[in-house]
C-alpha cells in the first residue's frame, strides 16, 4: 500500500480536475432548477457548458500517465478517451430531452439534466477505476441516477414497470460482482488490480475454481451493463419502457462505460504485465477468460440478432440490436492484443454516432405520431424525407455497409480477429452482420417502401434545431466512414492502459 | 478463534438464499429483501476475509456497500412506490406490460 | 486526362445532388438533367477509349492517392482493356436506362433519377478500383441505390424481391470482405506492409500457404458466383428481375451480374490463379448444370420477364465455362460476351417493358400476332432475339463461339465435354427465344385489347436503337472491341501455357512452407 499522505493526495487532485467540474456542474445544475424551476432550457445549457468545461480538461490530460489516490483511480490515455466520449455522448442526450416531447411534458424534467450529468460523473470513474472499491462505487453511480431516469416519467405505468425490473436485475447483478470480487480479494489480499494482477503471476492459479467462479460472477455485473447476453434480460424491457433520450443514454454512455471498466479490469488483472511474445500479451496461465468472454459475445452476437429480427417496436429492435453491437465489441476482447483493443475503441467510437442518431429519430417520430412501432412509421419516408434519410445513413452504418463508420469498426474488428488467427470467429460475426441487416433495413421498408395508409398525409415540421443535430450526428459516420485515418490514429493512441506495454 | 472457513460457508448459504429469493419470489418487496440478504453475505465474507489477512480494505468496501445499499434500497422503494399507484399490485407477475 | 477515372466516377455522383434541390414538378427539367449528365458521362468514356492505348495490357490512366494511410490504403484507380469495355458498357447503358424511364416512373421522380445516377458513379468505381478497400467500399455501396430502385419503383412483390436481393448479395459480400482482410495479413510477411492494392499484393499472393489460397479463393469467388449468379446461388435473380421497374432489371442484367464476372477475371483469378485451377471442377461443373437449368427454367416459363431472366442464368453460366476455360479464346469470347449479353439482355428487357406498358402484363399467354399491329416493334425483337441465340453476323455469335472454341481444347477444363455439353444451350435458347417470339408476335390476335396497341414509338426507338447499332458492329466487325481487351486478356492469363497449367494442377494441396513455385 503507498503511503497516505496530504500532499500526496493534493497531487492527485490536479488529476481530478474534470470529474471536479463535472461535481460543481451537478451542483450548479441543482440549484438553477430550484431557482428557476421552468426555464427548463437554462438548467440544460448549463448543464452543457459543464460537460464542455469538463470535456476540455479531460483533454488536457491526454498523454498523462498517472496513478491517483494511492490507486483508487488513474489517469491514462484510454481513460481520457473514454472521458471525452462520455462528454460528447452526454451533451447529446441532453439536447434530445430538450426536444423530446414526453419528457417535456413530464413534471420536473430539468432533474433529469443533472441526473444525466451524475451519470457521466460516474462513468468517469468507472473509465478509470484501478481499483475494485472504486469500481463498484463508480458502477452503482451510473446504476443508481439510471434507475431513477428510467422510471422517471412516473405517470407513464410501463415506465416504473421499466424502473423495477432494472433495479431488480442492477442489483442483484451488481451483489453477484461483489461476491466475486470479494473472493478474489480472500484470494490475493488487495482490492488495486494491479496488486491482484502481481499476486496471480506469481502463484500457480491454473485452473483453480474459485478464480474462475469470481470471473465468472464479475462478469455478471459488467455484463449487466453492457448487456451482455445472458445477462441482457433487462434490457428490451427498459429500453422500451424508459423515455428514448435515458435509453440512448444507456444504450451509449452507460455500455460504454460497461465496456472502459471490464476491459480495464481483465486487461489489467489477468493478463501478465510487461511480458510480450511476439507482440501479443501474454494471458496469466490457467485463466482462460478470453474464452469465457469468447462465448458471450458469440451468444450476445446470435440472440441479439436474432431476436432482434422479429421485433415490431423500434426501441426494443434497437435494444436487442444493442446487445449484438456488444458483443461485437466484446469480440475485440477475445484476443487480448493491442490491434483488438484499437478496433474496439474504433468501433465505440462509430456506435456513439450511429446510435445516438437512431434514437434521436426514434424521439422525433415519436414526438409526431406518438408511437415508437414499427407499423406507425409506415409512409415516413414520404412524411418526413430529410429525417427518414438521415435514418437510413444511421441504419447502414449499424449494419456495417461501407461508406459508413459502423463498416470501419467492423474492418477492424474482423482484420484483428484474422490477425489473432480466430477466423472461425469473423465469419460468426460476418454472418451475423447479414442477419442484423435484415432488421435494419426493416426500418427503412417500413419508411420508403410502404406506403401510409392515409394517402395524403400532410409533411411534419422539424425545427431547424432538430436537423442540425441529426446533422452534426450524421456527419462523422458519413466522413468517418470514407477517411477513417484520424479516428484510428485517435484509438491507437487511446489505447494505452497504465500497466500494459 | 473460529475458522475463516465457517464465515465462508455462512456467507455462501446466506449469498444463495439470497439468489433464489431473488429468483422464485414473486413479491417485488421480499425481492429487495432478498437483495440486501445478498449484500449482507458479501459483508461478512469481506469482513471474514479482512480480519484473517490483517487488510484494512475490506471492511472499507464494507462501508461502502452498505452505503450504496441504503441508496439503492431508497431509488428502489420510491419506484415500488410509484408502481403501486400506477397498478395496485407489487406481485411481479402481474407487472405485465412488457413481456419479460 | 489523368484524372478521367475519377471524373468518371464522381461526375454521376456529385452531379446527383442538385437533382434534389430542383422543383418537384419541374419533371422535365429532371429528366433531362439526368440525361444530359448520363451523355457527358458517356461521352467522357468514349474519349477513354480512343485516349486507350490497346496495345498494352498494363492499368492505364492510373491515379494514385494515399486514401488511409494507416492500413496503407489507395484511392488507387486504373483501367485495362477489360474494365475498359464495361466502363463503356455502363456510360451506354444508363442513357438507356434513363430514357427508357421517362413514362413508367410516375412517381418520385427526384429520388429516381438521384439514385441512378448514384448507381452509375458507383459501377464504374467497381470497375476501376485498383485497391481491394475501395473496390469493396464501391461494390458494397451499389446496393442502396439497388435496394431502393426495386423496393420503391418495383411491382407487387417488390419488397420481397428487394429484401432477398439485398441479404443474399450482402452474404457474398461479407465473405468476401472476409477474404480481403485475411489476405492482407497473409500478404503482410511478404510484402512488408498491410497493403490491399491488387497490382502490389498478385504478386505475393503465390506464397501463401495453399491450403490457405484455396480458403480465400472460396471467400471471394462465392461473393462473385451469387452475383454472377451462378447456379444454386441464382435464385435471388428471377425475383429481382421480375420486381425491378423497366431500368432497373436493365441494369441489374447488364451490368450488375458482370460485377461478378468481372471480380472473377480480376481477383479470383488474379490473386489465386492456382486456387483457381484447382478448383475448376467443381465451378465447372455448376456453370454447366447452371447453364442447363436456365435453359429448361426458360423454356416453362409463363412470364416474360422471367424467361428473359432465366436466360441470363444460362448465358452467365456460359460466360463462366469461357473463364475457367484459361485459354486465350474462350477468356476474350467471356469478355465480348460480357457486352453481348449486356446489350442483348437489355435490349430484351427494354421490350418486355414496353409491352407491359402498354398491356401492362407480362404474361406470355395474353399476347399473340402482336406482329399485325406492331410490325417494327417484331422485327427488331426479332433482331436481339438472335442475337441473344447467337446467330451468325450478329454479336452473340462471337463471343459463343471464342468462348467454345476456347474452351474445347482448353487444358484446364480437363475434357471437352463441358464444352459439348454447354453448347447446347445455344439450342436451348434458339428453343425458348424463338418459341416466345412465335407465341407473342405470330398467329391470330385472339385478345381484343391487343388489336389496338401501338407501334414502338420514337422515344423507345431511342433506347433500342444504340443497342442495336452495337449488336451489329460487334456482329460484323467485332476487332473494334476485341482489339482493346487483347492485351489485358493475355496478361490476365498470366503467360499460363497449358504446361504451367498441367503444373498447377499436380501441386499437392497439403500446407508446406512459402516458397515460390
Partial sequence: MQELTLKQTLNSLSGFIPETVLIATVIVCLFLDLILRKKSVIVAVAGIVGLLVSGYFAYLQFGMREVIFTGMAVVDPFAVFFKILFVVSTIFVIIFTISSKEIQESTHHNEHVYLMVAMALGAFLMASASNMIMMYLSLETVSISSYILSGYTKRIKRSSEAAMKYVIYGAASSGIMIYGMSLIYGFTGSMNIYEISAILAKSAVTGNPVIVMSIIMILAGFGYKISSVPFHFWTPDVYEGAPVPVTAFLAVTSSAAGFAVMIRFFAVTFLQNNILLNGKLQIIPGINWTEIIVVLSVASMIIGNFTAVWQQSVKRMLAYSSIAQGGYIMLGMTMATQQGLTAMLVYLMGYLFMTLGAFYVVILVANKVDSDELVDMRGFGYKSPVIAVFMAVFMFSLAGIPSTVGFVGKFYLFSALIESNMVWLALVAVLNSVVSLFFYIKVLKYMFLMKPEEELTPKYQYGIGNYAVLLLLALPVMFFGLYFAPLVKIAEYSAILIGLK | ?100 | MANILSILIFLPILFSIPILFFKKDNVKLIKGYALGISLITFVLSVALYFSFNAGSGEYQFVQKMPWVKIINSYYYLGVDGISLLLILLTTLIFPISIIASFNPIKIRIKEYYFLLLLLEGALIGVFTSLDLVLFYVFWEFILIPMYFLIGIWGGEERIYATVKFFLYTMFGSVLLLIGIIWTGLLVQPFAGVFTLDIVQIATFTTYIPLDKQIILFCLFTLGFLIKVPLFPFHTWLPDAHVQAPTAGSVILAALLLKMGTYGLIRFSLGLFPVAFIKLTPVIAVLAVIGIIYGALLSIVQKDMKKLVAYSSVSHMGFIVIGIFALTNESMQGSVIQMINHGLSTGALFLFVGMIYERRHTKLIAEFGGLRKVMPVFAALFLVVSLSSIGLPGLNGFIGEFLILLGAFNSVNLGTGWYTIVSATAVIFSAVYLLWLYQRVMLGPIEKEENKVLKDITKAELATIIPLLIFIVWIGVYPNTFLRVSEMSVKKVLLNLDNTKIQMMKSIETKPKEPEKN
Fill in chain 2, 1 to 100: 478463534m473460529l475458522e475463516l472457513n465457517y464465515f465462508l460457508v455462512l456467507s455462501a448459504l446466506l449469498f444463495s438464499i439470497g439468489v433464489v429469493g431473488v429468483l422464485v419470489r414473486r413479491n417485488a418487496m421480499i425481492i429487495f429483501m432478498c437483495i440486501e440478504l445478498m449484500l449482507n453475505a458479501i459483508n461478512i465474507s469481506l469482513v471474514a476475509f479482512s480480519s484473517f489477512l490483517g487488510n484494512d480494505s475490506g471492511q472499507i468496501f464494507v462501508f461502502f456497500v452498505l452505503t450504496v445499499a441504503a441508496a439503492e434500497a431508497a431509488v428502489g422503494l420510491a419506484i415500488v412506490i410509484s408502481l403501486f399507484r400506477n397498478k395496485e399490485s407489487l406481485d411481479i407477475d402481474k407487472i405485465n406490460i412488457l413481456k419479460w
